[in-house]
């Protein structure tokens, strides 16, 4: 499963063999004030399912929002910190 707050990356990643993403628009929690529930919905619902997984990735580089998302959805469900990939 693959989350993200950018639509490109994930219509990108959907292009992957054995890649699953939740549907629906993307928001990014900490700059988006004035969408409707559903789309905030989403956000939720991928916390939600990451905090099940059994590993949880962040990939961050340069230009890329340095997100506590992975570390939250871990947290959620007692696991270590997620494990952090930059390139």
Request: overall charge positive.
């Amino acid at each position: 499963m693959v989350t993200s707050d950018s639509s490109i990356f994930l219509q990108e990643a959907n292009k992957l063999k054995n890649v699953f993403t939740i549907p629906g628009k993307t928001v990014h929690m900490d700059f988006t004030f004035d969408e409707n529930l559903i789309s905030y919905m989403k956000a939720f619902i991928d916390l939600y399912m990451l905090s099940y997984a059994e590993k949880i990735y962040r990939v961050s580089g340069q230009g890329l929002y340095k997100t506590g998302f992975p570390k939250v959805a871990a947290f959620m469900e007692n696991k270590e910190s997620s494990n952090s990939f930059h390139r």
